[in-house]
């Protein structure tokens, strides 16, 4: 009724996954939405918890997800999320990171 919430309907499976993130990145350059919201269909929110913690942030760039004390790299040459040796050091733990 107000235009103010998109829905995209887009795979967000390997090798086709950088939709949603494609997505991000033209709202982002795009409009001028105070906030944006990627959820995926298997989660659950509160709005009206997430909205007035929303509502006391000062407008900045913020991201807000799960961080990653100590990710392992996947050595499988077969998945999606495959990183060989070469490219990211051969322990294969990464430094922390939001995810």
Known sequence: AFGDVVFLDALEEYPIG???RMALHWI?????AAFVLKID???YIRPLPLLRMLMRQQRAMMY???FERSGQ???DPGS???L???LFGHDGV???YAR
Do not use: K, Y
């Not at 982002?28 to 001028?32: D, F, I, L, Q, R």
């Open 28 to 32: 982002a350059n795009h409009t001028s």
């Open 41 to 43: 269909d298997d989660m």
């Open 84 to 86: 060989p040796d070469d």
């Open 94 to 96: 990464f430094p922390p």
């Open 73 to 75: 790299a996947v050595r």
């Open 80 to 82: 999606a999320h495959f």
């Open 64 to 66: 807000w997800g799960f």
């Open 18 to 20: 950088n939709m949603g």
